[in-house]
């Protein structure tokens, strides 16, 4: 690791991610002052979700995973040609497999939608909307695949800006999709929302050429050869298929989620998107730094038998996940009215709306600590090529999300006025629970419960693998966590207190408060981990 250590490396990916996540919440204000939480948008969330899921099985998930380490192997034991041959290899069955795909998934796009959204009802106007932005969409999963693999090569190679920074893309042409091609589609007779996915359809090609010319520069711009043979490739593809699996959990369980909350009240889906979107930046801008910068690393450690660096490396994510999660947990649920107020609720947009993301953002922030856990968790298996372990952990993640989703969302129907009163009348159970306000945050307390369970049977297994030795100090690292922690509640509580009734300000005094809100918090935080003795240099890692 270059000078700086894993945590100006993660710096490095986190500064260019921010400004991913700044130009992200701009993209969703646009979406709330534009559409609101309607119909279409619930269409377009969806038909969206399914190509992101795509997304992140390969820039967070398992082709990444058993990529980055197979790469990391050649990059120790062969010469610049054998692993520019294993890139092109790659690079051209990759293609051929999501080529394929994409074919088949625009071809059944409307069988597609029933599997995904049974909650819409095939032949309304909102499932047709759906579908036809979904074979408009689905490409995009194509072209973020490739640029996913291009952004795996750079993190090999210690360039971790430009992958970082290329979603920023796909903000900007959101943005204008929304903005300027949006109020132009009805003068043409099409849906506006439409404009949106085309958009996604641009940003995935914007994203993988914007990265080609970092590629260039090291030599390694693929000529794409079908490898099917290659022993690079076959292994690979051998790491992947459990890996498709076990890493991708979370997406998973947020597809499944999603397609429930098509029975809710009109508006869940957009609820729960837009919950997902505020989690996204602690996880974005952290997570996803922290396990993109630790997986090369532990891959090389392993690949050079260094068993000490390796558990450093380990010991050191675990420590930044929970000095950062900790905060990020307590502030997200604290502070769920007034973000979602200052942030979104501007437009059609409305009070109610929310209150409706408040109720699922408080739910499912308390699985932020263990989201971030997983980050590193999991690499800790997949950079020592053990695929299965994984996906033991994934599979009762998500037995426990779906027994947890429907236990929580029979109690919202027979313990709640509008779901008895439904009942009384004879309407059956999806009915009732399309009457049901706030059912949709049954939905992200069930995601929080699995993530919880996912990460804390990894760390056991990893405790049982004996691969990961606790370095010293974290007794009293707990200590100052803890006491910081405090200090930022009992600061955001009182500025609560002392300013209610956020949604009912001009947008100016909700903006000025919530800085004031946050940056008070956040200054606690740092000033009593400060007093305490903890040091960026104690975080650099090794």
Same mark, same amino acid.
């Given at each position: ?12 990916? @986190? ?47 398992? &082709? @990444?995973?058993? &990529? ?24 051209? *069955? ?23 959204? $049974? ?17 408009? *969409? ?9 640029? /996913? !693999? ?36 009805? $003068? ?35 000529? $794409? ?5 290659? /022993? ?9 298929? $459990? ?18 909350? @098509?029975?809710?009240?009109?508006? /869940? ?11 996204? &930046? ?9 396990? *993109? ?23 050191? %994510? ?6 950062? %999660? ?78 947890? *989703? ?8 027979? &313990? ?11 309407? %059956? ?26 990460? !804390?049977?990894?760390?056991?297994y990893l405790r049982r693998a004996r691969v990961y030795r606790r370095q010293p100090g974290w007794g009293r690292f707990l200590r100052q966590i803890g006491v910081a ?6 600061v955001v509580l009182f500025l609560l207190w002392l300013w209610p009734g956020w949604t009912g300000w001009p947008w100016w005094e909700r903006a000025w408060k919530l ?5 008070a918090g956040g200054a606690a935080y740092g000033a009593l981990l400060w007093l305490q003795g903890i040091r960026p240099r104690d975080l650099r890692g090794h």
């Amino acid at each position: 690791m270059s000078k700086g250590g894993l945590l100006r490396s993660s710096v490095v990916f @986190s500064a260019m991610t921010f400004i991913s996540r700044v130009t992200g919440l701009i993209r969703d204000q646009v979406y709330a002052w534009q559409f609101g939480a309607s119909p279409a948008m619930d269409a377009f969330f969806i038909a969206f979700r399914i190509p992101n899921f795509m997304r992140r099985l390969s820039a967070e998930g398992s &082709f @990444s995973m058993a &990529f980055v380490p197979v790469l990391a192997e050649y990059k120790e034991t062969h010469d610049h040609a054998a692993v520019k041959e294993l890139i092109d290899r790659v690079t051209g *069955t990759l293609t051929a497999a999501l080529v394929v795909l994409t074919a088949v998934v625009v071809l059944a796009a409307p069988w597609v939608m029933g599997v995904f959204a $049974p909650g819409f009802a095939p032949g309304s106007e909102q499932y047709r909307l759906a579908t036809q932005m979904l074979q408009i *969409t689905f490409p995009y999963a194509l072209f973020i695949s490739l640029a /996913s !693999l291009v952004g795996g090569v750079l993190n090999s190679y210690e360039k971790f800006a430009v992958p970082a920074l290329s979603p920023v893309l796909l903000n900007i042409s959101m943005i204008a999709a929304a903005a300027a091609a949006a109020p132009l589609m009805r $003068p043409f007779g099409a849906e506006p929302v439409l404009a949106l996915a085309w958009g996604v359809f641009f940003a995935g090609v914007l994203q993988l050429v914007f990265q080609l010319p970092a590629l260039a520069k090291l030599g390694l711009l693929p000529r $794409p050869r079908w490898g099917w043979q290659h /022993s690079g490739v076959r292994k690979i593809l051998k790491l992947m298929v $459990p890996t498709l699996f076990g890493s991708s959990v979370a997406q998973l369980n947020l597809l499944l989620n999603t397609a429930l909350a @098509s029975f809710l009240i009109v508006g /869940s889906v957009s609820w729960l998107y837009l919950t997902d979107r505020l989690l996204e &930046f602690p996880l974005g801008m952290f997570g996803v730094a922290i396990g *993109t910068v630790i997986l090369p690393h532990l891959s090389k450690r392993h690949a050079a038998t260094d068993s000490e660096g390796y558990s450093k490396a380990l010991d050191w %994510g675990f420590r930044l996940c929970l000095l950062i %999660g900790i905060p990020a947990c307590l502030g997200l649920v604290l502070c769920a009215e007034a973000l979602i107020a200052a942030l979104f609720q501007y437009g059609r947009l409305t009070p109610q709306d929310t209150q409706m993301i408040r109720l699922s953002l408080m739910a499912q922030s308390t699985a932020v600590p263990a989201f971030l856990l997983v980050k590193v968790l999991a690499p800790a298996f997949y950079s020592r090529q053990d695929t299965k372990t994984p996906v033991k952990s994934a599979v009762v993640s998500v037995a426990v999300n779906l027994i947890s *989703t429907v236990v929580l969302l029979l109690l919202a129907v027979y &313990f709640t006025d509008a779901g008895r009163a439904a009942l009384a009348r004879g309407a %059956g159970l999806t009915q009732a629970l399309g009457e049901v306000p706030g059912a949709h945050a049954c939905l992200a307390l069930a995601i929080a419960i699995a993530g919880w369970t996912n990460a !804390l049977q990894l760390a056991w297994y990893l405790r049982r693998a004996r691969v990961y030795r606790r370095q010293p100090g974290w007794g009293r690292f707990l200590r100052q966590i803890g006491v910081a922690s405090l200090g930022l509640s009992a600061v955001v509580l009182f500025l609560l207190w002392l300013w209610p009734g956020w949604t009912g300000w001009p947008w100016w005094e909700r903006a000025w408060k919530l800085a004031a809100v946050v940056g008070a918090g956040g200054a606690a935080y740092g000033a009593l981990l400060w007093l305490q003795g903890i040091r960026p240099r104690d975080l650099r890692g090794h």
